[in-house]
């Protein structure tokens, strides 16, 4: 239940970075409470009268959603604002349109490239900023996905998460600092050229040394699946980045790809876990144009493991409407 001795009432949610061990249990946990409430019916519009915007620079389809459905839970209004409908950035500056948004709304979400942009919107909006990703974090992500971490396995301390593909892009920079702030075994597995910056990994081992944290990482496949508890993937090309990366990408990365094999190399109760969305068969246009293309059916992740009895993915997409509803509460409330 909720944590008396944590209070995040009126911080904004940029990066974890931000926030202690206890802050980030505290979010969990509130996360796993409102999932019991949404789920036996218990209303809770604990927040009625509010209203929030959000921002939306790339596309989204969970974390939109979460957003706006968790907002509604709470009785709050929504207001969605995306670039090519408003005047952001293109002819209002972001210092401008957060001093005009910080009068109308209580809080904002933001989603698009740069982290300075949220960092911008903090500082002149003067209301909560909820960072709902950029090229460098996703960490509403990470509440969910240390919630379904926990529904698994219980507790985090020691569990080692294995992230397979590209490790220095948002996500998995994001888990890297978790895993750190939660004492676990974070491993990045990836080419090296693809390892996380070494000014993040610095902070991260600066973490570790107080949590009990470890971080590896490698080349090896083997090495990486090893002992692991979370095999981890995300999609090879994260929004922002040029289509005429895709080759060179799938040449690096196809090695790391999470299929069966890999899968029966880690311990034997295991778990896949996936941020979405997910490139798992020829079911999409990217998809079907990679095949064209490259002869590839799947990408990150094969269909025996996505359709798998070890994969938690949707379990994970469904705890990032309860993560972000944590979020919006314990900061606005
Ligand atoms: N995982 C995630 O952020 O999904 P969306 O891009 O659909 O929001
Ligand atoms: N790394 C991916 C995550 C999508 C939720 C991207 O930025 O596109």
Same mark, same amino acid.
């Given at each position: 239940m909720i944590n008396m001795g944590v209070n995040i009432r009126g911080r904004s #949610? @940029? $990066? @974890?970075l931000d926030f202690t061990p206890a802050e980030i249990n505290y979010l969990i946990d509130l996360a796993g409470d409102f999932k019991q409430m949404k789920r036996s019916g218990t209303p809770h519009r604990w927040l009625e009268g509010k209203q929030i915007v959000l921002m939306f620079e790339?596309?989204? $389809?969970? $974390?939109?959603?979460? #957003?706006?459905?968790?907002?509604? =839970? @709470? &009785?709050?209004?929504? $207001? #969605? *604002? =995306?670039?090519?409908?408003?005047?952001?950035?293109k002819k209002e500056s972001i210092a401008d349109s957060a001093k005009v948004l910080g009068r109308f709304f209580d809080g904002i979400e933001y989603r698009g490239f740069k982290q300075s942009t949220v960092e911008d919107l903090a500082k002149y909006s003067g209301v909560p900023v909820w960072n709902g990703l950029t090229d460098d974090f996703h960490p509403t992500q990470m509440i969910a996905d240390m919630l379904t971490v926990k529904e698994e396995f219980g507790s985090f301390k020691g569990r080692k998460l294995t992230f397979f593909g590209d490790a220095r892009n948002n996500v998995a920079n994001s888990l890297?600092?978790?895993?750190a702030k939660l004492g676990m075994h974070f491993c990045a597995c990836a080419p090296k050229e693809l390892f996380p910056a070494e000014e993040l990994v610095k902070k991260c081992r600066e973490i570790a040394l107080e949590t009990g944290a470890v971080l590896e990482f490698t080349e090896s496949i083997e090495q990486g699946a090893k002992d692991a508890d979370v095999l981890y993937t995300d999609i090879w090309l994260s929004m922002g980045e040029p289509a005429e990366l895709w080759e060179k990408r799938i040449s690096l990365l196809l090695p790391y790809q999470v299929n069966g094999k890999v899968l029966s190399m880690a311990k034997k109760d295991a778990i896949f876990m996936h941020c979405l969305p997910a490139f798992h068969d020829r079911g999409t246009t990217v998809g079907e144009e990679i095949y064209r293309k490259f &002869? *590839?059916?799947?990408?990150?992740?094969t269909d025996d493991v996505f359709l798998g009895a070890q994969a938690r993915e949707f379990d994970e997409a469904e705890n990032r409407m309860h993560a972000i509803k944590a979020v919006i509460y314990a900061t606005l409330k």
């Amino acid at each position: 239940m909720i944590n008396m001795g944590v209070n995040i009432r009126g911080r904004s #949610f @940029l $990066t @974890l970075l931000d926030f202690t061990p206890a802050e980030i249990n505290y979010l969990i946990d509130l996360a796993g409470d409102f999932k019991q409430m949404k789920r036996s019916g218990t209303p809770h519009r604990w927040l009625e009268g509010k209203q929030i915007v959000l921002m939306f620079e790339k596309t989204s $389809t969970r $974390t939109r959603c979460s #957003f706006e459905v968790a907002a509604r =839970d @709470l &009785g709050m209004g929504v $207001t #969605f *604002l =995306d670039s090519a409908s408003s005047q952001v950035g293109k002819k209002e500056s972001i210092a401008d349109s957060a001093k005009v948004l910080g009068r109308f709304f209580d809080g904002i979400e933001y989603r698009g490239f740069k982290q300075s942009t949220v960092e911008d919107l903090a500082k002149y909006s003067g209301v909560p900023v909820w960072n709902g990703l950029t090229d460098d974090f996703h960490p509403t992500q990470m509440i969910a996905d240390m919630l379904t971490v926990k529904e698994e396995f219980g507790s985090f301390k020691g569990r080692k998460l294995t992230f397979f593909g590209d490790a220095r892009n948002n996500v998995a920079n994001s888990l890297m600092v978790v895993c750190a702030k939660l004492g676990m075994h974070f491993c990045a597995c990836a080419p090296k050229e693809l390892f996380p910056a070494e000014e993040l990994v610095k902070k991260c081992r600066e973490i570790a040394l107080e949590t009990g944290a470890v971080l590896e990482f490698t080349e090896s496949i083997e090495q990486g699946a090893k002992d692991a508890d979370v095999l981890y993937t995300d999609i090879w090309l994260s929004m922002g980045e040029p289509a005429e990366l895709w080759e060179k990408r799938i040449s690096l990365l196809l090695p790391y790809q999470v299929n069966g094999k890999v899968l029966s190399m880690a311990k034997k109760d295991a778990i896949f876990m996936h941020c979405l969305p997910a490139f798992h068969d020829r079911g999409t246009t990217v998809g079907e144009e990679i095949y064209r293309k490259f &002869g *590839l059916e799947a990408m990150e992740v094969t269909d025996d493991v996505f359709l798998g009895a070890q994969a938690r993915e949707f379990d994970e997409a469904e705890n990032r409407m309860h993560a972000i509803k944590a979020v919006i509460y314990a900061t606005l409330k």
